[in-house]
Nanobody
């Protein structure tokens, strides 16, 4: 079992920055591909970013590439999402997820989820 707890969400103006954290407990998160997803009201949950076991590779949705950075700290069992140049369309609940599947960008294949943290970007 893996427990995931997100933090760091909040309200920020367009162009601002936030850093989300996802603390994992249970099995070490280095056994999983860790990802961030988001869900806006009335929309489906969508992939944002992922980091491979050990942190050697990262992947991003086109909409956030160049603005968001995912990273991991094995010693702290924590994954981060640094979000810069935020836009109102980034407003959503952000979820941390863990999977062993190669289909890491498909939320149906995530095995564990955090409770989510709200990010609101005002214009």
């Amino acid at each position: 079992q893996v427990q995931l707890v997100e933090s760091g969400g909040g309200l920020v103006q367009a162009g601002g920055s936030l850093r989300l954290s996802c603390a994992a407990s249970g099995r070490t998160f280095s056994s999983y591909i860790m990802g961030w997803f988001r869900q806006a009201p009335g929309k489906e949950r969508e992939f944002v970013a992922a980091i491979s076991r050990g942190g050697g590779r990262t992947s991003y949705a086109t909409s956030v590439k160049g603005r968001f950075t995912i990273s991991g700290d094995n010693a702290k069992n924590t994954v981060y999402l640094q979000m810069n140049s935020l836009k109102p369309e980034d407003t959503a609940v952000y979820y941390c997820a863990a999977t062993t599947s190669v289909y890491y960008s498909d939320p149906r294949y995530s095995e564990y989820w955090g409770q989510g943290t709200q990010v609101t970007v005002s214009s």
